[in-house]
């Protein structure tokens, strides 16, 4: 059985609040709205809640500034920085789930502005539902610069929009990051499984960001339910470097890396039969190579002829990448349910 990523230390007890994870690198120019909106959080009854800030190996002096905003804002909840030197999302965000002092994490992006109420929703959400282990919120553009034309037929690649379109014979599959809150007590069942995260997130330049995919996932196998709140809202800051057709094109070109492990997962989860025979690498391969031709012939989306493309042969040339490895991609799913 593997180590559990996200244990606590045992003079630690885990008590009812929430925890508020705020990963950073390099965050000095968007810290301030981030806690800003944390600041004017509205509470209807008491809440034990704290925020965690993770400084992931910034060069930038994020930490300072955010401890002399968060002293401005006259908050009683406290914001405590932690170090974590290991570059990568996931590691920032593994470390701020083991120095949480609350039974509930809610990770809240550097470019995130979470709306009034939002802490306590996922609170409510989240305790008083046994069977659900997650839940996320409505993520709303807020643009850095003119809104591209494309933007709307793509805004899912950017974490905002509704995450019903991940719903499936009544049940919501996955969820975002941005926004997402879990129980830590799912993660501890998770854990106790075996199961060990094969996808790894962003880490310097990579756009990866399956890896709440898979946790998501991981979850559901594991029996619990997902919850979509379009009720809590919050902005997700979209800078100009980000907002060009370029960059969506580098976006499906790491989801296309992820693809495989993501569409693994999704087949012990799926009802559709289609689906579940990419259990078999030879199937998966078969259907990948469908799809080259089909979309290539059919774009999904407008003007997507090329970045379906693209997105095509990085899912090709990871899936032979993963071919030595995908029993054992298989054996870590199986022992989760």
Not at 166 to 176: D, F, T
Not at 191 to 211: M, P, V
Not at 242 to 268: C, H, I, M, W
Not at 289 to 316: E, Q, S, T
Request: proline share 4%.
């Amino acid at each position: 059985m593997s180590t559990n990523p996200w244990q606590r230390p045992d003079d630690c007890p885990d008590r009812s609040g929430v925890s508020v994870i705020v990963c950073c690198y390099n965050s000095v120019a968007r810290i301030r709205e981030t806690l800003q909106a944390l600041a004017a959080q509205t509470f209807k009854s008491p809440l034990a809640w704290e925020i965690v800030l993770v400084d992931n190996a910034s060069t930038d002096n994020t930490a300072g500034i955010a401890e002399s905003l968060w002293g401005s804002f006259s908050v009683r909840a406290p914001l405590r920085v932690i170090q974590e030197p290991e570059p990568g999302l996931i590691h920032a965000r593994q470390t701020g789930i083991k120095q949480a002092a609350y039974s509930i994490m809610l990770f809240c992006d550097d470019d995130n502005r979470l709306s009034p109420g939002y802490v306590e929703g996922v609170f409510r959400i989240l305790t008083f539902n046994e069977d659900i282990a997650a839940c996320g919120g409505m993520g709303i553009p807020a643009f850095g610069t003119t809104k591209p034309v494309w933007f709307d037929e793509y805004q899912e690649a950017y974490a905002v929009g509704s995450q019903a379109i991940n719903a499936e014979g009544g049940r919501i599959l996955n969820l975002y990051g941005a926004g997402l809150a879990v129980k830590r007590e799912a993660l501890e069942k998770l854990a106790a499984s075996g199961f060990e995260s094969t996808l790894k997130g962003r880490t310097g330049g990579s756009l990866s960001s399956a890896e709440d995919t898979e946790l998501t996932y991981a979850l559901v196998l594991l029996g619990y339910r997902l919850h979509f709140a379009s009720e809590l809202t919050f902005l997700h800051f979209l800078p100009r470097r980000r907002l060009t057709f370029e960059y969506v094109q580098q976006l499906f070109v790491a989801f296309g890396k992820d693809g495989p492990v993501r569409n693994l997962y999704y087949s012990y989860i799926s009802t559709r039969r289609s689906h579940q025979t990419i259990r078999n690498w030879y199937a998966h391969l078969a259907l990948c190579l469908f799809r080259v031709v089909k979309y290539f012939l059919i774009p999904p989306k407008k003007n997507g002829r090329w970045i379906y493309f693209r997105w095509n042969i990085a899912y090709i040339q990871q899936l032979f990448v993963l071919w030595g490895r995908w029993p054992a991609l298989k054996a870590n799913i199986e022992k989760i349910r």
